[in-house]
């Protein structure tokens, strides 16, 4: 989740420095712009710790690893994020203080407030971040967990909304029930669907 960006350019050094000094708060960096990344709600920090530990366990054995959003992600050489949750198999992002560089999948919880942008803004620059190979974007509101999935230049989109679907993240060679992603969660009852015979 994030707030407005400031007005005013600075440098790649200077973002860094910047988010280096702030102990409370983390900062993303977008073309010269930093943008406050805001705090998420009770329920956004319990997917997000439900998708890292699902991803921990499907990922035992490999050299994948999981990253909370604590670790800073390059997307090109003047935009860093901090997604929900990222997937890297590279080794030098375990020993990289600064950044994940090579990051394979990218995770966002969306939220009210920030949906719109995870959607567009933020989804293009993980679709022009070479490394990327699937976004999955995840609705704390409802059963609705989205992949988009890198096929060469083009981007497939694949949705699962049932309680018994079973994600499948193929670049990591998972398959994750969808309910571990909501484990524990409340979600509001669904609406009935319209009867078709009115």
Not at 45 to 60: E, F, K, P, Q, S
Not at 94 to 107: E, G
Not at 117 to 131: E, G, L, T
Not at 149 to 172: C, K, M, N, Q
Request: aromatic residues 10%; glycine residues 4%.
């Amino acid at each position: 989740m994030a707030a407005e960006p400031q007005h005013q350019p600075i440098t790649v050094e200077e973002y860094f420095e910047l988010d280096r000094n702030m102990v409370d708060a983390k900062y993303e960096y977008y073309d010269g712009y930093v943008r406050l990344m805001a705090g998420g709600t009770p329920q956004h920090a319990m997917i997000c710790m439900n998708v890292g530990a699902a991803l921990t366990a499907a990922l035992r054995g490999s050299k994948c690893r999981a990253f909370t959003s604590d670790a800073r992600v390059q997307v090109s050489q003047k935009r860093y994020v901090y997604p929900d949750v990222t997937v890297s198999c590279s080794a030098e992002d375990i020993l990289d203080p600064t950044a994940i560089r090579s990051p394979r999948v990218v995770f966002e919880v969306l939220s009210p407030n920030t949906a719109g942008f995870d959607r567009n803004k933020k989804s293009n620059m993980y679709r022009a971040c070479p490394s990327i190979e699937a976004i999955v974007l995840i609705d704390p509101q409802q059963l609705s967990v989205e992949v988009l999935l890198r096929d060469g230049d083009f981007w497939h989109h694949f949705s699962y909304y049932t309680a018994d679907a079973v994600v499948e993240i193929p670049p990591l060679g998972v398959h994750i029930p969808i309910a571990e992603f909501y484990q524990d969660i409340e979600l509001p009852p669904e609406l009935p669907l319209p009867d078709s015979r009115l």
